[in-house]
């Protein structure tokens, strides 16, 4: 049986490629990318076992990619490789299906340990952030719907794109739908988090780790 593949997922190149060098001698790695829509692409086509990816990713960013995942047929373990000391954010990401957490100030043998782990179906989070995601994963269903009104997978996409500058008409190249769609998208995106207008759905965005 070969070695466990897996496929990395940061838009900085120098860091991915020396994570490419800690992690050869233990995993087949398969590819690199640099954004979210070509992490969906290159899953597709590399089949990996294992995803490590950061959650700041142009385009689609690491939780976008989560959710999109879970609705395929067998998909690969997630594991996010972040600066986002932010236990909210990472809760939202094991919400979204991942399988371990890694801050990127932490030891390298951490990654290879999350690696291991979500190949055995087990879940891994790095211990300078594990107290506070048992927080966070306890409080009520109430509690998070206040602090961050619920959007769908399709919207956090589109918000994402809005934060990064993006123009309708390119959102709507990007997600394959029509410009009239974004626009709809857009506006009841605005309604949901109470924001008026695009410079706060960026704040909006950056604060809830959307972008």
């Known amino acids: 049986m070969g070695r466990p593949r897996v496929l990395l997922g940061d838009d900085h190149v120098m860091f991915s490629e020396g994570l490419r060098r800690i992690l050869e001698p233990h995993f087949e790695i398969v590819g690199m990318v640099e954004n979210g829509i070509e992490l969906m692409a290159a899953v597709e086509q590399l089949h990996p076992d294992v995803i490590v990816t950061d959650i700041s990713m142009p385009l689609l960013n690491g939780i976008g990619v989560a959710r999109r995942l879970q609705t395929t047929a067998n998909p690969p373990k997630i594991i996010f490789l972040t600066m986002h000391l932010d236990s909210a954010l990472a809760t939202q990401g094991f ?22 782990e979500a190949l055995r179906g087990h879940v891994y989070i790095s211990p300078a952030i594990a107290g506070g995601v048992l927080s966070e994963m306890t409080k009520s269903r109430e509690q998070a719907e206040k602090l961050a009104p619920e959007l769908t997978a399709r919207q956090r996409e589109v918000l994402q794109l809005i934060a990064e500058g993006k123009s309708p008409k390119e959102i709507a190249a990007i997600l394959n739908v029509s410009p009239r769609t974004v626009e709809f998208h857009k506006y009841r995106i605005m309604e949901i988090v109470g924001a008026r207008t695009i410079a706060e759905l960026t704040r909006y965005a950056v604060a809830h780790g959307i972008v």
């Open 95 to 116: 919400k979204a299906g991942a399988s371990g957490y890694v801050l990127k100030s932490s030891p390298t043998s951490e990654v290879i340990t999350a690696i291991q």
